[in-house]
């Protein structure tokens, strides 16, 4: 929305656009020169919104909120309470907190994105950083691409998923972890989820991945995804981001896979593992796994699959790995059991050779 730079606004809510306290307009007006008129009615101090804006006290972006400025600050005052009550929630690991973000998504997506991002540093206890960045996740899958129904305005934008993710990633990194068992677990780990701070760039790449259109074509991943090029995201992203490269490939992949080209599947895992990007991403380790088994054997494939679940995190996909794992191992034993001669040891209670019982029924 426009705004009008001459329209008047008191200090109240000029202090609410800006953030700050009715006590730092005061000084501006003594110091930096804010011009101020009171209101004949109202007997109120008002201020003129383009002051306010150029001087950069007040964002552009806040003012256009919504219709005029009284208005945009009371949905920023609206959202800072929703902030608080999250910052409740975080701290009582609520299991409602997930849901309740996926429902805002959809109309207020983008809005309530950054202040809860804002409220990783408070999470200092364990099951408190899983369960803000389980709500974060939340908002961004169910306000990003492929969203039923589909949200407004994305929380987090394609253009800006990655560059986000290289700045907060460290944090989340350094966050605490959920305890393995116990009330001090975020929801996510008690539901066998997966804790979000081992899941997040997941949601985050697929962002990335899909892009504008939000979902994957053929003619995408040949202009940007894969290829020689060195702008192409298999070649680009490995060295700053090669787990969320290891996902990307993972999702080409499927994609293609899904689509019957098979041949064409196998050259971008080809190109993923000569990057060792399997040895990041369970879920393409487990296709690699299962490539490594048909092509050089099954002892090859316990190799890598042991490599990479010595790094196992509370992702799903770990777990689904090695169950993958047991799972032939079991079946190559079986089947061993199956083709070994069948070893008699009661000779005397053995049918003899050639002996068939007579058939009443056969025509004489």
Same mark, same amino acid.
């Given at each position: 929305m426009s705004y009008d730079p001459?329209? =008047? *606004?008191?200090?109240?809510? /000029?202090?609410?656009?800006? =953030?700050?306290?009715?006590?730092?307009?005061?000084?501006?007006?003594?110091? %930096?020169? @804010? +011009?101020? +008129?009171?209101?004949?009615?109202?007997?109120?101090?008002?201020?003129?919104?383009?002051? @306010?804006?150029?001087?950069?006290? *007040?964002?552009? !972006?806040?003012?256009?909120? /919504?219709?005029?400025?009284?208005e945009a600050a009371e949905v920023i005052k609206s959202r800072e309470h929703v902030a608080k009550l999250a910052a409740e929630c975080v701290r009582l690991r609520c299991p409602h907190l997930r849901a309740e973000a996926t429902l805002a998504a959809q109309e207020n997506g983008s809005a309530l994105f950054d202040p809860l991002v804002a409220l990783l540093p408070t999470a200092t206890e364990p099951g408190t950083a899983g369960t803000l960045l389980g709500a974060v996740a939340a908002l961004i899958t169910a306000a990003g691409p492929g969203a039923d129904p589909p949200a407004s305005v994305p929380a987090l934008a394609h253009t800006r998923a990655l560059r986000w993710w290289a700045k907060i990633r460290p944090q989340v990194e350094a966050s605490v972890p959920c305890e393995r068992s116990g009330s001090r677990s975020c929801p996510d780990c008690w539901e066998g989820h997966g804790c979000p701070r081992d899941t997040l760039y997941q949601p985050v790449t697929r962002v990335a991945v899909l892009?504008?259109?939000?979902? @994957?074509?053929?003619?995408? *991943?040949?202009? %940007?995804?894969?290829?020689?090029?060195?702008?192409?995201r298999i070649n680009a992203w490995p060295g700053t981001h090669p787990r969320e490269a290891a996902y990307m490939a993972w999702l080409v992949f499927t994609f293609t896979t899904q689509e019957?080209?098979?041949?064409?599947?196998?050259?971008?895992?080809?190109?993923?593992?000569?990057?060792?990007?399997? @040895?990041? !991403?369970?879920?393409?380790?487990?296709?690699?796994? +299962?490539?490594?088994? !048909?092509?050089?054997?099954?002892?090859?494939? %316990?190799?890598?699959?042991?490599?990479?679940?010595?790094? =196992?995190?509370t992702d799903p996909a770990y777990d689904e790995l090695a169950l993958w794992m047991t799972w032939h191992e079991q /079946?190559?034993?079986?089947?061993?059991?199956?083709?070994?001669p069948r070893t008699i040891t009661h000779?005397?209670?053995a049918r003899p050779a050639g002996r068939v019982n007579h058939n009443p029924y056969l025509p004489r």
């Open positions: 001459d329209q =008047r *606004i008191t200090r109240k809510h /000029a202090a609410v656009l800006a =953030r700050t306290t009715e006590k730092t307009l005061l000084r501006d007006e003594r110091d %930096r020169g @804010l +011009q101020r +008129q009171d209101d004949p009615q109202t007997k109120q101090a008002t201020y003129r919104l383009g002051d @306010l804006v150029e001087s950069g006290r *007040i964002r552009l !972006e806040d003012v256009t909120l /919504a219709g005029n400025a009284a892009g504008e259109r939000g979902r @994957l074509t053929k003619k995408g *991943i040949n202009d %940007r995804l894969f290829g020689s090029r060195p702008d192409r019957d080209r098979v041949l064409a599947a196998n050259d971008y895992l080809a190109v993923a593992m000569a990057k060792d990007l399997h @040895l990041l !991403e369970p879920r393409l380790a487990r296709v690699a796994c +299962q490539t490594l088994a !048909e092509s050089r054997g099954l002892a090859a494939a %316990r190799v890598l699959a042991e490599k990479v679940l010595a790094t =196992r995190s /079946a190559a034993v079986q089947a061993a059991r199956r083709q070994a000779p005397r209670l």
